[in-house]
């Protein structure tokens, strides 16, 4: 996928990463977002995302995924234009609870 180059491009990056970690956050089952990595083609107004999640305890972890895909592709349309067409989920770890951000 061909890079975008220019200033803008770390603000768009920036952008969807940060919308992408809150959207997953919002899934029952997500414990933490411990990281999003992007790839963008400007030109296809396509977005690729890596997502680094631990889910909480008890919950089916593709189910967890799924819901993570749905959401994050839906967050990232309403906060930009790029489609996110690749979104893979690593879970990097099972939480007793969800974690709170204070």
Do not use: C
């Amino acid at each position: 996928m061909p890079k975008e180059k220019g200033p803008d491009n770390k603000i768009i990056r920036e952008l969807i990463e940060e919308s992408a970690a809150r959207s997953a956050l919002t899934v029952d089952g997500v414990a933490t977002v411990n990281d999003v990595k992007s790839d963008m083609d400007q030109d296809m107004k396509n977005a690729e995302l890596k997502i680094y999640i631990d889910v909480v305890f008890g919950h089916s972890i593709p189910s967890v995924s799924w819901d993570v895909q749905n959401a994050v592709k839906a967050g990232v349309k309403a906060a930009s234009e790029y489609d996110a067409d690749k979104i893979d989920i690593y879970i990097q770890g099972v939480s007793p609870v969800k974690e709170s951000k204070e």
